[in-house]
């Protein structure tokens, strides 16, 4: 066939390990015989990092806010001992990081789902997007040791330096802990209009919760600010789109989506979107089946797997063992961003190729072709399933697209 043409680049960045092995066969396999191409490469491996000091991942983000789509590679986050693996000039910090501050963006991971696949709750019949407010809270915190008979207080100064409020958190008895944690408004807006955005986009109900009626003023801001923009900004939208949105307290939510089909847009709060989307992402199957999207409030998108470089594959990689690793969150992010270039490009051929390796992705793995870690996962009448190596499994998919 004639290759399908592209317009503007994809900003690709590519990672680590066995990530970065898939990468090239994914895009060998499944992509270029089909897609003229088109990419600003960016190395964001662990060598090239260190060799730039970094350098390589700014510029990666920052081509990102020029382009407007990326698609990236799981990439290590280096602790003490990948300093001395790589022998690294310093700890860089976490790529992703990196790029989510310059992007300002929101992270919505969402499960793929295939027929045969079944869900840890079996009422789950359709994928929970989540999206995790990504700053401020305990994870910027403050935190002290507080003795028996000291006061804690909360303080709050003018831009002199005088008191403008002074409140007192607990007198102590006895030895005991304190910690202050903060939020601005600013993040908490651009958070819920990217929220509502990715609900209208992707047209499915949008669920917020928090603790508002024990944290009457930190946790309702949360409430109040999604409620005004979502009534001066998108009530109507939604309500023609045939969509809800609905905040409640997070303990109701919690049992709401339980209870559930799934398809929808479930709003976390930066903590309770850390430990729930290891539940729904654990919940759903495998790590290799959620895929993630950071989209900044001005919309931006960098599409990626949630999952990381596989570290204990790679070592059997490398030493020439055969390894059978789950591509398909790594196809979703190259298929995420082709559609997403595609649509802001009006190529419609591009995005119908990535919806078509979509649909080979998971008819081969729902005809009983996949990785080791759905073996024990995959449960449909009258078909064993197969184990396939790494490479084996892209090139059955080719074979059906
Ligand atoms: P991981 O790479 O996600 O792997 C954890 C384990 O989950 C694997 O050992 C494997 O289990 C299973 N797994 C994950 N993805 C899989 C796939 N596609 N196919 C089959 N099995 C899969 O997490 P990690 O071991 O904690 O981290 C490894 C490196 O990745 C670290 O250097 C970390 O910094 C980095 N990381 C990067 C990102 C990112 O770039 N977004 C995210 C997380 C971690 P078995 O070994 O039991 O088969
Ligand atoms: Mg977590």
């Not at 990948?82 to 976490?94: F, H, P, Q």
Request: aromatic share 10%.
């Amino acid at each position: 066939m004639e290759k399908i043409k592209m317009i503007t680049p994809l900003v690709e960045m590519d990672g680590d390990e066995m990530t970065r092995v898939l990468w090239k066969w994914i895009k060998e396999i499944l992509i270029e015989p089909y897609v003229d191409l088109k990419t600003e490469y960016y190395d964001l491996g662990l060598v090239k990092r260190d060799e730039t000091d970094d350098k390589i991942t700014e510029d990666s983000a920052k081509a990102t806010l020029k382009y407007g789509v990326a698609v990236k590679c799981a990439t290590i986050t280096p602790n003490a001992q990948r300093v001395k693996e790589y022998n690294l000039k310093k700890m860089w910090k976490s790529p992703n990081g990196t790029i989510r501050r310059i992007l300002d963006g929101t992270v919505f991971r969402a499960p793929i789902l295939a027929k045969g696949i079944t869900p840890y709750v079996p009422s789950w019949k359709k994928p929970i997007v989540l999206a995790r407010h990504a700053y401020g809270d305990i994870y910027n915190s403050v935190e002290s040791k507080v003795k028996g008979g000291q006061n804690a207080y909360l303080l709050i100064t003018d831009t002199e330096g005088n008191e403008v409020e002074r409140k007192l958190i607990h007198s102590f008895d006895s030895d005991g802990i304190v910690q202050g944690v903060h939020n601005v408004d600013k993040s908490i807006s651009a958070f819920a209009r990217t929220c509502f955005n990715y609900a209208l986009e992707n047209k499915i109900d949008m669920w917020l919760g928090a603790k508002d009626t024990i944290s009457k003023t930190y946790d309702h801001r949360f409430k109040d600010i999604f409620a005004e923009i979502y009534e001066n900004e998108y009530k109507a939208e939604f309500e023609k789109a045939g969509l809800t949105y609905l905040y409640t307290l997070i303990d109701d939510v919690v049992a709401r989506v339980m209870r559930s089909e799934g398809g929808m847009l479930w709003v976390c709060k930066n903590y309770d979107g850390d430990v729930m989307s290891d539940m729904v992402a654990t919940a759903y199957g495998s790590l290799g089946m959620m895929s993630s999207v950071l989209v900044s409030p001005d919309g931006k998108y960098e599409f990626e797997a949630a999952h990381g470089t596989v570290t204990r594959h790679y070592y059997k990689w490398r030493d020439g063992q055969e390894t059978s690793t789950n591509s398909v969150a790594t196809i979703w992010a190259w298929t995420g961003a082709l559609a997403k270039r595609g649509e802001l490009d009006n190529i419609s051929e591009l995005t119908d190729f990535a919806k078509r390796l979509e649909k080979a992705t998971l008819s081969t793995i729902e005809s009983g072709y996949m990785t080791g870690d759905l073996i024990p996962l995959f449960k449909r009448e009258g078909i064993t399933p197969v184990k396939l190596e790494s490479r084996a499994f892209l090139k059955k998919i080719a074979e059906r697209l």
